[in-house]
């Protein structure tokens, strides 16, 4: 394995919280504006702030302002680089850390 598992800890902590994975799902249909975020989830402003801070810095999603409002996409570089991590680690294989 080319990364180190410490390299994922992160985006798994990140991604073990139940708003966050919803937050996840809505931007697997495509980009979408905070605002819709917050009528979605019915949640403060400080309070998706907080996730979706978290969730910029794991790298697991992007955010680029627009006007008065952020804007969020799924980093799908991220997102491919933690499915093949955990398809790695799920699958038996021969150079396994238990031999």
């Not at 400080?46 to 992007?62: P, Q």
Request: overall charge positive; hydrophobic content about 35%.
């Amino acid at each position: 394995m080319k990364d180190s598992y410490g390299d994922y800890v992160l985006m798994l902590k990140t991604i073990s919280e139940e708003t966050r994975l919803k937050i996840i799902d809505m931007l697997s249909c495509g980009e979408l504006c905070a605002c819709d975020i917050l009528e979605k989830l019915s949640i403060s402003q400080s309070t998706l702030s907080y996730h979706m801070n978290l969730l910029t810095k794991s790298g697991l999603v992007d955010g680029r302002k627009d006007g008065p409002w952020m804007k969020y996409t799924l980093n799908q570089s991220r997102i491919s680089e933690l499915k093949a991590f955990l398809a790695t680690i799920t699958t038996a294989k021969t150079d396994c850390i238990c031999k």
